[in-house]
């Protein structure tokens, strides 16, 4: 196919030559009329002197006969000057038209003579007759003159009427002239007609051609198929447009081929992550993995080997044979990281080299060596887990029997003490009465202790349920009941409304009576006491304007049995801090205080872990 | 000489004529006459009048006609021009004038004496002529005018 003029040049050389016929037309009709105007100025310039040259030959000779009549009848001899000036005028334009004669087959010569044979009687009878001689008398002479008269008159006619046969043939010729111009123009306009139709159905059909292969080609590219291009040969406007088309179709194929690439392995991300959920056993994690790997990349074959702490390596899944497969095809070798440590080795083997694979296996790697290393601290969670259950198992039937065994000596030294004091009060001093009290409250405070232990152990243990909690209330509760205990105590109670959590209710009221009764107890010194209790940003505080204590003690607050003041001072077991803090940590929670020695003290908590915290913020109701 | 001579000669006779043609008014001071061999009878005026100024060629029976004037020295001249031409002598030699050098025609020729009347109409096969009344025709053939 040839290069094609631009669409513009070619309009523009149709126009052009569209001009050129016309112009053509137009000089090939003037040429043609310009010719048939020759001939007909031809006939014109030949003719007109001739009808010219009898018209004055003749009027001249018809005055001369009229000039003699005249000079006859008026008996004038002078009048036949006149006659021969006319005569000589008559010769004289006979001289001029000469050749005009010549040219139409007359004789001027012969014509002369003649009009000499006429005129010189014809002069004579006039004289005769002006001289008064009878008509009748002339009459001989007039017939003679007559004849002259007559054979002269037949001689101009001849000589200056148009030769019609010449004639004629002039006009024929110049009518055939016109004819062969009408046909000449007629078919030069017809040719002209053609070669423009021709052009322009040459135009047309090709730009339509062109035309309908790009609307066809853009069709398929609204339709998504990409594949095919547009095939336009011409390198005119349209060209250039099937062209930019076809690098659109191309971008947009390359855009299809990345999006079906990323779909693909991102579908195999997700897939993989399917096959192996849920899966914590090490190998069985690995086959499945592999064996999902195999099928969807199209592996012939591929292994996974399993990597322990000290770098032994073994082999956990197998598909096919690695090794065997045939010359040029690719082999994917990867690890399985985890952080720093390589979890194991996938090595799979492909039929040809494949990119998206390898992307697939580089986006996946980590996951596997993820799910590997969570395989294995599952495996070794679940050991310890195991050894802790046994252990706290122990621990608590330990605490239990303890605390059962140890209530029931307590109970005897309590039992026998008082039955000691009533059944024997009058027979023991007063310094008896003094240490079996000592006795009693002894046991009274170990039965408190043991108590309190239990109830440690239980809240490590027990049952544990959220629900929404009203701890504004919790909190009225719990301070209006030591205020009714101690009713002579003047306290500034600030308890926030509405202050909700969701928190199991029965742990709740244990921190709370923990909490907020150490800040009872703390302040029972002061004159006026405080206690606050309220929430800001998501953290639940108690503060108290009481003793207080030193911060460089604060960290060992919250283990059992760690007390900051003597039972002197306040009493207490040492172990509600502990509880406390077991509750909030068994919440998912964190406690921390702030305190100075005699300004009082601030304990705040959180009840869910801080990354939580949006999932289970506190709520405050107004 | 001669010229004023031949003036005055005419205008003598145009004298006597007018005279004399008054004298004879409404009667035919002249004859008609004929080749001896013209089958015709009688003539028509107008006929005649048109064989005179040329107008008409032939006879019935195919021969020329071939009129022949009297010269103007003769009075019934005029009396034939009036008469029979309704022309005065002016009026005829103006008309000949004209038909000379139009080409169209040649006046009748003149016959100086009745002799040379009678002999050219008797030598003429078409012929035709005219006499003064009671002039002898000798053989010349007298056609009655209608």
Redesign the interface.
């Known amino acids: 196919m040839p290069r094609r003029i631009p669409f513009r040049y070619r309009v523009g050389l149709l126009v052009l030559l569209a001009e050129i016929a016309l112009l053509t037309v137009t000089a090939v009709s003037l040429v043609l009329g310009n010719r048939s105007a020759v001939t007909l100025a031809g006939i014109e310039t030949r003719y007109v002197p001739l009808i010219e040259l009898d018209r004055d030959l003749k009027t001249t000779f018809a005055q001369l006969t009229q000039t003699l009549t005249d000079a006859a009848a008026a008996g004038e001899e002078g009048k036949l000057h006149d006659a021969d000036t006319l005569r000589d005028q008559f010769l004289r334009r006979l001289r001029m038209g000469a050749r005009t004669i010549v040219d139409n087959g007359g004789d001027p010569t012969a014509l002369s003579v003649e009009l000499a044979l006429y005129y010189g009687p014809a002069r004579e009878i006039s004289l005769s007759l002006a001289r008064g001689t009878p008509e009748g008398q002339v009459a001989p002479q007039a017939e003679a003159m007559q004849r002259a008269q007559f054979a002269f008159e037949s001689h101009l006619d001849a000589a200056t009427a148009p030769n019609r046969e010449r004639l004629a043939a002039a006009f024929e010729a110049a009518r055939e002239s016109q004819r062969a111009s009408l046909l000449i123009d007629v078919a030069v306009a017809i040719g002209a007609l053609l070669v423009m139709a021709l052009l322009s159905w040459w135009i047309i059909r090709t730009t339509v051609r062109s035309v309908h292969a790009v609307t066809a080609g853009v069709e398929r590219l609204a339709a998504g198929r990409f594949d095919q291009e547009i095939v336009v040969e011409s390198t005119d406007e349209i060209g250039d447009l099937a062209t930019e088309a076809n690098r659109t179709a191309s971008r947009l194929r390359e855009y299809r081929e990345q999006i079906e690439q990323q779909h693909w392995i991102s579908t195999g991300v997700a897939e993989l992550a399917d096959a192996i959920a849920g899966e914590l056993e090490l190998d069985v994690l690995a086959k499945k993995a592999l064996s999902y790997l195999v099928t969807y990349v199209g592996a012939t074959a591929g292994t996974v080997h399993a990597s322990d702490e000290r770098g032994t390596q073994r082999l956990v899944a197998s598909v096919g044979t690695v090794g065997a497969g045939a010359g040029g095809s690719e082999t994917l070798k990867t690890t399985l990281p985890h952080g720093e440590r390589v979890m194991g080795v996938l090595v799979l083997e492909l039929p040809a080299p494949s990119a998206r694979a390898g992307e697939l296996v580089a986006r996946v790697r980590t996951a596997i060596g993820i799910a590997f290393r969570v395989a294995e601290s599952r495996h070794d969670t679940e050991e310890l887990l195991r050894t802790t259950e046994a252990a706290n198992r122990e621990l608590e039937a330990f605490g239990y029997s303890v605390s059962h065994d140890l209530r029931r000596p307590l109970r005897a030294i309590d039992a026998f003490s008082r039955a000691l004091v009533e059944d024997c009060a009058a027979q023991l001093p007063p310094e008896g009465h003094d240490h079996l009290h000592r006795i009693t409250s002894g046991a009274q405070r170990m039965a408190e202790l043991i108590d309190d232990l239990f109830a440690l152990s239980k809240v490590t243990r027990g049952e544990f349920r959220r629900e929404h909690v009203d701890l504004s209330a919790l909190a009225t509760l719990i301070l209006g009941e030591l205020a009714r205990n101690e009713p002579e105590r003047r306290c500034e109670l600030a308890i926030e409304p509405g202050v909700y959590a969701e928190a199991d209710p029965k742990l709740m009221k244990i921190v709370l009576e923990n909490l907020l009764g150490n800040a009872w107890k703390f302040t029972s010194k002061l004159a006026v006491a405080k206690i606050e209790f309220g929430v800001a940003d998501g953290v639940y505080f108690v503060r108290d304007n009481g003793a207080g204590f030193d911060m460089q003690y604060a960290k060992p607050l919250f283990s059992p049995f760690q007390r900051l003041h003597t039972d002197k001072e306040f009493a207490g077991t040492g172990i509600g801090l502990a509880t406390v803090s077991r509750i909030i940590q068994r919440h998912g929670g964190r406690i921390w205080a702030e305190a100075a020695v005699d300004e009082g003290a601030t304990f705040r908590f959180r009840l869910a872990h801080e990354d939580r915290e949006l999932a289970s913020h506190p709520v405050r109701r107004e | 000489m001669q010229?004023l001579t031949?003036?005055g000669w005419m205008f003598a006779v145009a004298l006597a004529s007018t005279r004399w043609r008054s004298a004879f008014a409404a009667t035919d001071h002249f004859v008609v006459i004929v080749h001896p061999d013209n089958p015709v009878a009688s003539i028509d005026r107008d006929f005649l009048r048109d064989a005179f100024l040329k107008k008409a060629t032939d006879w019935s029976h195919g021969e020329t006609i071939r009129p022949i004037?009297l010269?103007?020295r003769f009075g019934v001249r005029d009396v034939f021009t009036r008469e029979v031409l309704h022309k005065t002598a002016a009026q005829?030699?103006?008309y000949?004038?004209?038909q000379?050098?139009?080409?169209k025609?040649?006046?009748?020729?003149?016959a100086d004496s009745m002799v040379e009347m009678i002999d050219y109409v008797v030598a003429n096969a078409g012929a035709v002529g005219y006499l003064p009344s009671g002039t002898a025709p000798g053989r010349a053939k007298v056609v009655e005018v209608k």
């Open positions: 010229n031949r003036r004037d010269s103007g005829l030699r103006s000949w004038n004209q000379i050098f139009s080409g025609g040649t006046p009748p020729v003149e």
